[in-house]
């Protein structure tokens, strides 16, 4: 057995490369690629420099301070919310007797990774839940190894199963793989290389993989062999093994968090928390139920225990409940919105919500309970795209439900999915009037993403699909020309503000409130920033560009003055 010296296992949350080095990756694909030019709808050039919103808004608020002679401005941090994956993780473990400690976001606490790997833990397991690329978790892992090379890493969720689905170059799940040595030959190439890429010691391959990360910790503390612990992939004499898979089925109950148990970790304002696993719909552009499998639901008692904890940290003002469908199954919803009406919870809170489902009395426990804002995942305004997408919903709903959740002063985030097989310009027309007869606060047209897997991805030739990722083409669009209505949708669309994507999703909005920003000055802030990247889409003149900026620079700082 080994003697123990640092945790027994660390949990690494979130690393968002900086932004250049992302960019000049994307960038690799073509200047006028579908990648980049998806990514270019959520930077600005300053200087040569390009920033993100988070980077625009420190750029812009260190102005102003320093107008006003104060040197010491918040610097704001796309991300800064306890991740949920390393918290859970750390959670769960520490629920197993293991000593666990979690990194929440990696670019802004490698002195604190530092500490930890200098104390030499036994393993450390990076999550990967927000990443599609290799590259964050290449940079964590190389981290590690420049400052410790005796840890054992482990990496799992999102981006390995992504990869385990496209096994020996098929659709087939890992899950089928026969246990043992993975050789190097034509069929395993394309996994071999992505683990190589990777070049962690441990990768876990389950839609859970809690209960796995705990038996790998037990069988390294132990000194076991690895080859007894389900759903892996692991490194051994210079091959991958691959052991038995076992499907995992953590109990929700057992295993809410105690945030009370993290009080010392400086949380922040705001917190994310869920009250299920998977979803109840069967999109055809989503893998995430065929992950997660079946929806599994916590009671209300575990979710009021765990609300109790976060309101006994007495700071949180935001709870974002991150549930993929918070609002299904109905009754249950209103059962939770009368829990914290009853709790007199002094925190306000977010989700995703879907419009179809929900009814007048909802919408008003909703506002009773401090509901602030809801993310719609809308993806069409054409019948025919949610009807192809099978959305099981109707436009009809969606307007009325905007409708009731901005008469309840509820904020409305739209995001929209352009492309999807079937779009036709004339689809894409519909979802513009519909966005600017429903009016959300803010919105957001991304890419169709042609993801192997997906349930539509399976109906490739009823739909003419081919390519993957960014570049495709089915029997009615191409990528490229989505990409060039969704750069029109953007210059023409005035009736909602623009968020985008890297970096400045819907959930910065209650992470900035938590910092003091108020939602009037937030959107002060989205309407200038917006009127900044419209000049970058529409390709500006530099002559008139500098000068427009400096103008749009300069009524920024006002508006933190």
């Known amino acids: 057995m080994k ?37 270019k709808l959520s930077f600005v050039e ?15 608020t260190k102005l102003a301070h320093q107008a006003k002679g104060d040197a010491n401005g918040a610097e704001y941090k796309s991300g800064d919310i306890p991740t949920l994956a390393a918290v859970y993780l750390t959670n769960f473990l520490r629920r197993k007797g293991y000593r666990a400690d979690y990194i929440n976001l990696f670019q802004h606490e490698k002195e604190k990774l530092l500490a930890h790997l200098d104390e030499n833990p036994l393993c450390v397991a990076i999550t990967t839940t ?22 054992k890493i482990i990496i799992g969720g999102p981006l390995i199963a992504n990869h385990a689905r496209n096994y020996r170059g098929s659709e087939r799940d890992v899950a089928h793989a026969q246990v043992g040595r993975v050789d190097k030959n034509e069929e395993n190439e394309g996994f071999v290389a992505a683990l190589d890429d990777l070049g962690a010691d441990i990768y876990v391959i389950e839609g859970q993989g809690e209960t796995t990360l705990a038996q790998i910790v037990a069988c390294l503390k132990n000194g076991s062999d690895l080859s007894r612990v389900p759903n892996i992939v692991y490194r051994e ?67 009021e225990r765990e609300l109790d904890s976060i309101q006994a940290l007495g700071n949180v003002q935001n709870v974002v409940f991150i549930d993929d469908t918070f609002n299904v199954p109905f009754p249950r919803f209103k059962e939770i919105c009368r829990l914290m009406i009853k709790k007199n919870y002094q ?9 179809s489902n929900s009814d007048e009395e909802g919408f008003e426990l909703m506002a009773r309970s401090n509901c602030k804002g809801v993310f719609l995942g809308i993806e069409s305004g054409s019948p025919r795209i949610l009807e192809n997408m099978n959305k099981a919903a109707t436009v009809e709903k969606y307007v009325k439900g905007i409708e009731r959740l901005r008469e309840h002063g509820i904020l409305t985030f739209g995001s929209f999915i352009i492309g999807f097989p079937g779009e036709t310009e004339q689809t894409i027309s519909e979802t513009a009037a519909f966005i600017r007869e429903t009016k959300p606060d803010y919105y957001r047209a991304q890419l169709w993403y042609c993801e192997p897997g997906t349930p539509v991805f399976h109906q490739r030739e009823k739909f003419g699909i081919e390519g993957a990722g960014f570049v495709w083409n089915h029997n009615s669009m191409e990528s490229m020309e989505a990409m060039d209505h969704i750069d029109k949708m953007f210059l023409s669309i005035k009736e909602a503000l623009w968020l985008p994507q890297w970096s400045f999703d819907f959930w910065i909005i209650p992470y900035l409130i938590g910092c003091g920003i108020s939602l009037g000055r937030f959107r002060e802030f989205i309407h200038l920033a917006d009127q900044l990247l419209t000049m970058e889409i529409a390709s500006v003149p530099s002559h008139e560009k500098e000068q427009a900026q400096q103008e749009h620079l300069q009524n920024l700082v006002r508006v933190f003055a």
Do not use: M
């Open 3 to 39: 003697a123990e010296t640092g945790q027994d296992c660390l949990v690494i949350g979130y690393n968002e490369p900086p932004l250049e080095r992302y960019a000049s990756l994307v960038r690799q694909y073509g200047e006028y690629s579908e990648a980049y030019r998806d990514l």
């Open 46 to 60: 300053i200087g040569g420099n390009k920033l993100n919103y988070v980077d625009l808004l420190n750029y812009v």
């Open 130 to 151: 927000l990443y599609v690329l290799n590259l964050p978790a290449i940079e964590i892992i190389e981290f590690i190894r420049q400052h410790n090379r005796n840890v």
């Open 237 to 303: 004499d210079g091959a991958y093994r691959i052991t038995r898979t076992l499907p995992e089925s953590n109990s929700l109950e057992e295993n809410v968090v105690d945030w009370y148990d993290f009080r010392d970790d400086n949380l922040g304002a705001t917190i994310q928390t869920r009250t299920a696993r998977s979803c109840a719909f069967k999109c055809s552009f989503c893998n995430y139920p065929t992950r997660a499998g079946a929806l599994t639901l916590a009671s209300l008692e575990a979710i």
């Open 347 to 355: 925190f306000n809170w977010f989700s995703y919500f879907r419009c």
